[in-house]
């Protein structure tokens, strides 16, 4: 269906949007059933065969893409970490208190050593005390023989310590992250010689196999603009008995991709061509659109892209992170944003949309707020539902007044 041109024909199409339709979206990608969309899990899977059932009954033409991606850390069991002086002890909290690091080997069995302070004495049998400020690398530099490095982590707003895969690869020993206050407690305890610590660092990594979704509705015709709508699908999934639902990130991100989806092959803006690729393995390094973006860089492809990484609340305005010849499509971006009333700032996006412009495709990145963010606090009664409304009016707008040829738009 070819919708109706001007500015009221626009207010129209925006009139479909659907902030309840989105909400239920992130409600179901972060449900149990997906088990917090981790790359290369059972629940990553579930949530791909949904999206693409989804895909496939708004009409487009719907398939997958693999690729491989390697050593994705897994927290495969909850680490047991006591601390204490002399016979008083305090068993921490993991996700709180406590978590293990990124960089940490993998050491299930637990081990039981006094406290000492990294660069400082004998690091034999101890848990060694980062200070806050020293490197891990200068904290190696000392720790011959030590039992483990005990690091600080600052907590968010809700008290959790918030989850990454992407990072170091794991160094020689087991690293444990302790809440800020708590690594204060035990650094104080240290020097006394009455400290001491037992933990254990359950962390394996594993070689599994992404897999982005991609999907056409229409092709755009000889001197046509092709669109290509982005977000990535997973999440940092959960850890044993504790729940990271992903839903602003990015769930909600999804949630608007599909729901301009919806509306733009419905209402066919004429000369536009629309494609959706739904991302995997963001969170370990933005490894989807990097494979992604050489499969359209080798096919000479070169749509504008753009790609929603959070519109879990909108605070002030939405970060807007340009990249590849972008000038055009800032141009309409702006237009979009004065016409739905979204403000819109420059600002970091650091996701998907880099890897795109990486490849010379133009490139914009809209983020709109991450509560709780990789953490069990990202729960979909955080995403605000006026939100996703208005930054699913910004991108369809964006396709509406993309009709015209985008280079002569003033930027």
């Known amino acids: 269906m070819t919708p109706p041109s001007g500015s009221a024909g626009v207010d129209a199409i925006l009139a479909r949007v659907s902030a309840g339709r989105m909400a ?3 409600t179901t990608l972060a449900s149990d059933d997906f088990t917090g969309r981790r790359v290369g899990t059972d629940g990553g899977a579930a949530a791909r065969a949904w999206l693409a059932g989804h895909l496939t009954a708004l009409g487009a033409t719907v398939d997958t893409d693999e690729f491989p991606v390697r050593a994705v850390p897994e927290v495969y069991a909850a680490p047991t970490v006591v601390w204490g002086e002399g016979s008083a002890s305090t068993l921490l909290v ?4 406590v ?3 990124s960089a940490s080997c993998d050491a299930n069995e637990v081990r039981r050593g006094p406290l000492g302070v ?15 400020g020293m490197s891990l690398f200068d904290a190696y530099a000392d720790a011959q023989g030590a039992a483990g490095l005990l690091v600080s982590r600052a907590v968010d707003a809700d008290g959790w310590q918030y989850t990454t895969l992407a990072g170091p690869d794991p160094g020689p ?22 400290g001491w610590l037992s933990g254990n660092t359950p962390l ?7 897999t982005n979704i991609h999907a056409t509705f229409h092709p755009a015709p000889p001197g046509g603009v092709d669109l290509l709508l982005t977000a990535h699908y997973d999440g940092v999934g959960d850890h044993p008995d504790l729940r990271q639902p992903g839903a602003a990130d990015n769930a909600s991100g999804v ?6 989806a919806r509306i733009l092959s419905a209402a066919r803006p004429p000369g536009v061509g629309l494609c959706v690729a739904l991302l995997d393995a963001e969170e370990v390094g933005a490894l989807g659109s990097a494979h992604h973006s050489r499969r359209l860089r080798a096919s000479d492809a070169h749509p504008l892209v753009i790609n929603v990484d959070g ?7 939405a970060a807007v992170e340009a990249g590849g010849p972008a000038h055009a499509l800032l141009a309409l971006l702006d237009q979009a944003g004065r016409h739905t009333g979204v403000p819109l700032a420059a600002g970091p996006v650091a996701s998907d949309n880099r890897r795109y412009a990486a490849a010379g495709l133009p490139a914009v990145g809209i983020g709109a707020g991450m509560g709780g963010y990789h953490s069990p606090a990202d729960t979909p009664d955080r995403v605000d539902p006026d939100t996703l409304r208005a930054i699913a009016r910004l991108v369809v707008a964006t396709a509406c007044l993309a009709v015209p040829a985008p280079a002569t738009l003033p930027s």
């Open 24 to 26: 239920a979206t992130v």
């Open 94 to 97: 993991f996700g709180r208190q």
């Open 99 to 101: 978590a293990v690091h």
């Open 118 to 132: 990294a660069g400082s004495g004998d690091p034999t049998h101890r848990w060694l005390v980062v200070p806050t």
């Open 173 to 194: 020993l087991p690293i444990l992250a302790l809440g800020a206050d708590t690594h204060r407690a035990v650094l104080a305890a240290a020097p006394t010689g009455r």
């Open 204 to 210: 394996r990594r594993r070689d599994v196999t992404g």
């Open 255 to 260: 949630a608007v991709v599909l729901e301009a």
């Open 311 to 317: 519109a879990g609340l909108l605070d002030k305005a």
